[in-house]
């Protein structure tokens, strides 16, 4: 049991250490028509929702606040990407209220992504690797540089 205990703590000590992320589940999310979709099988979930395949490559996931003006001015940089030309979806995330826009996840996953920060990008690929992250406003050209 002792040894258990041990394995658990070094494991969470090294990755508190190394900086990986802290919400380790696969993130769940919704289209307006509260289709589910899982980070990790993208490409199947759409195809499983839509019926057809869409060569979706990427993932964008905003989280913040509703009332957020950092993520309202994240919002407006990144409506001016072209998403589906760029093979991605945006998901927002809002740990403070329920959301039913376009894709966005339920209040508990927000705030797991958040982890008690103000303000989360993430970039995940198609497979649901994080591929990059950040606590800032991002704009277009990072989001094509990962």
């Given at each position: 049991?002792k040894?258990?205990?041990?394995?658990?703590?070094?494991?969470?000590?090294?990755?508190?250490?190394l900086?990986?992320?802290?919400?380790?589940?696969?993130?769940?999310?919704?289209?307006?028509?509260?289709?589910?979709?899982?980070?990790?099988?993208?490409?199947q979930?759409?195809?499983?929702?839509y019926g057809?395949?869409?060569p979706?490559?990427y993932?964008?996931?905003?989280?913040?606040?509703?009332?957020?003006?950092?993520?309202?001015e994240?919002l407006?940089?990144l409506?001016?990407?072209?998403?589906?030309?760029?093979r991605?979806i945006?998901?927002?995330?809002?740990?403070?209220?329920?959301?039913?826009?376009?894709?966005?996840?339920?209040?508990?996953?927000?705030?797991?992504?958040?982890?008690?920060?103000?303000f989360?990008?993430?970039?995940?690929?198609h497979?649901?690797?994080?591929?990059?992250?950040?606590?800032?406003?991002?704009?277009?050209r990072w989001?094509?540089?990962?």
């Amino acid at each position: 049991m002792k040894s258990i205990v041990k394995l658990a703590l070094a494991i969470a000590l090294n990755a508190s250490i190394l900086g990986c992320a802290t919400y380790s589940q696969p993130v769940r999310f919704y289209d307006a028509s509260s289709c589910e979709y899982r980070i990790t099988s993208l490409r199947q979930d759409i195809h499983t929702c839509y019926g057809e395949a869409f060569p979706i490559e990427y993932a964008v996931l905003v989280a913040a606040q509703s009332d957020s003006q950092i993520f309202r001015e994240q919002l407006k940089t990144l409506a001016g990407f072209d998403w589906e030309n760029e093979r991605a979806i945006l998901i927002t995330a809002l740990a403070d209220k329920a959301n039913n826009d376009g894709y966005h996840t339920d209040v508990k996953t927000a705030q797991d992504v958040l982890a008690g920060r103000p303000f989360m990008i993430q970039l995940y690929s198609h497979e649901g690797d994080l591929l990059a992250e950040s606590n800032e406003p991002v704009n277009l050209r990072w989001i094509q540089a990962h």
